[in-house]
């Protein structure tokens, strides 16, 4: 039987590309927020847009409770931010990375079929 291949140059090469256990770690944990589909369909909702908690339980068919519920988690992840105009919250996306980690996902997942 012959020798496997091993290419030394390739390996040290992708060996630079790893980066600290501790960062993999966080990147899973931030991974972990796309997982749940409500999430999902928070974010979708408020891709270019900017809803109140009402407005997501008119869109999402949902009660304000758990709309309320995700946002928080989302909120405390830096995935969205609220404003307050009177009396009334309005919900985005925390930054423009948001918007363009579901749509790069969608795009993917959209290559397949």
Known sequence: MGEEYLDIKAVNKAKKNLVKDVE??????????????TRLQILFALNNNELSVNDLCAVLNMNKSAISHQLKYLRLNHLVKFTKKGKNVFYSHDDEHVSLI????????????
């Open 102 to 113: 579901i749509e790069t996902a969608r795009r993917h997942l959209s290559e397949e079929e």
């Open 24 to 37: 993999v770690y966080d990147i899973a944990d931030f991974f972990k927020i796309f997982s749940d589909s």
